[in-house]
């Protein structure tokens, strides 16, 4: 493995063990009796539209070919990143009704929350049984782990500091595809000053996304890695100077950012109404739904500054303590570790297989340029994505967050951000 990750993953093992000793919602009752039969499962996600449902589609035919007697409940609800089903979730677990299995992402958003609040049962035996620790890459297993168990089945790796952009806009505009932040401020002038719309921009979630690929690639990995084990100072110039970058980015985005769903704002691009648009590779799936080639309708690039760093996120599916179809539910999660399984899904979803031993002819250009770039550059955790950070300190990052985009105070902006490391993170 890569030492730095090893570095990063060792410390968040030891961040997750402290966040969950403090703080932890109380754990959730099982319900006292399981239902009857196994004839169906209920399984949870946000995976509604735009290349998502088609994603959950392909691996839903997998399962029924492998259970035709097991009812398939697609329980999603609409909503980017799963800023709406996280909230049904919650309520749902608090009311002690939780779906069979639900997605959930490998990281503190699993260990600080759902395994802190014992939502989710272990899986080892079912690791065991097929062969997954084989196959799972050893990177993601111990961001899935604590005390030794293992709590979850990952579908996929996607990447979150992906700049995509519009090849014909760039070229009529001579602007090159920016490495740097000065690169890319001084190519959305050149675009502005031509009247083309320079960044398409989303809801608030998709400007956290902005916000962590654009604190990647103002700090680099290491400083951007120890934001979230506490060896980077929060408060530190350099920290300010990032914050700056990223003021400077939202003035060359759309105005009506606010009522775009991540679909609206990366379709700007493709249709050739605006340069870039910062977004994870789940875009690409949709601009394959949407019939978009590559290389002609849209390019990528690592996000600026962000060149030869991977900054990862892993969907990956549960077990419900108290699922109400357990039965069913382990034959779910069984469809969603198996090879079958992840290529039917991945090359749909835009996400590359959580398992090593993928057929890479299944996929396309982009996503094999992905594999090749997940296996060589320094990997690094998303926050929006609930890599880096467990909810608690993600909701406080997205207060201040929300506060900044209406009043622009960079400073305050920065003391809330500090603050929220001391009360949410591991800084003391
Ligand atoms: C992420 C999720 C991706 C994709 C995206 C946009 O949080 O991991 O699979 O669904 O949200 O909805």
Not at 80 to 89: D, E, F, I, K, S
Not at 216 to 244: F, I, K, R
Request: proline fraction near 5%; hydrophobic fraction near 45%.
């Amino acid at each position: 493995m890569n030492k730095k990750l090893f570095a990063l993953l060792s410390l968040l093992a030891i961040a997750s063990l402290a966040l969950a000793a403090c703080g932890a919602p109380a754990a959730t009752e099982a319900p006292a009796e399981e239902a009857p039969t196994a004839s169906q499962v209920e399984v949870f996600s946000w995976w509604t539209g735009g290349g998502e449902a088609a994603g959950l589609d392909a691996m839903q035919v997998v399962f029924k070919a492998a259970n035709p007697d097991i009812e398939f409940i697609n329980a999603a609800v609409a909503g980017g990143a799963g800023t709406n089903a996280r909230a049904v979730l919650a309520t749902r677990l608090q009311a002690g009704d939780p779906p069979d299995s639900w997605q959930g992402h490998a990281g503190q958003e699993l260990i600080g929350t759902y395994v802190a609040a014992s939502q989710i049962e272990p899986l080892n035996d079912l690791y065991e049984s097929e062969g997954w620790l084989e196959v799972m890459p050893e990177t993601l297993i111990p961001l899935i782990s604590q005390d030794g168990n293992i709590y979850s089945v990952p579908v996929n790796i996607h990447r979150a500091n992906v700049l995509w952009y519009n090849p014909g806009l760039l070229e009529a505009n001579g602007v090159e595809v920016p490495t740097t932040m000065d690169e890319w401020f001084a190519a959305m002038d050149t675009l502005k000053a031509a009247g083309v719309q320079p960044l398409a921009l989303g809801e608030q979630w998709t400007k956290m996304h902005l916000l962590e690929t654009v604190l990647l690639g103002s700090l680099g990995p290491d400083a951007y890695n120890g934001l979230w084990t506490g060896e980077t100072d929060w408060s530190s110039p350099e920290v300010t100077a990032a914050l700056e970058n990223y003021a400077k980015a939202l003035t060359y985005a759309n105005e009506d950012s606010a009522s775009l769903s991540w679909q609206d704002a990366a379709q700007l691009v493709v249709n050739g109404d605006a340069a870039f648009n910062v977004m994870g590779d789940w875009a690409e799936g949709y601009f394959r739904e949407l019939g978009k080639t590559p290389n002609t309708d849209y390019g990528w690039a690592a996000t600026p500054g962000s060149g030869g760093v991977f900054q990862f996120l892993s969907d990956s599916f549960v077990l419900a303590v108290g699922a109400p179809h357990r039965d069913a539910a382990i034959a779910w999660l069984k469809t969603a570790g198996s090879k079958e399984g992840q290529e039917a899904f991945n090359p749909v979803k835009g996400s590359i297989c959580a398992r090593t031993d993928c057929d890479k002819s299944l996929f396309g250009e982009y996503l094999q340029s992905a594999m090749e770039d997940w296996a060589t550059n320094t990997v690094v955790g998303s926050l929006t994505h609930g890599v880096v950070a467990n909810d608690s300190w993600k909701t406080e990052i997205d207060t201040a967050l929300g506060l900044f985009i209406a009043d622009g105070n960079i400073e305050t902006f920065q003391s809330a951000l500090v603050a929220a490391c001391a009360s949410s993170g591991p800084c003391k």
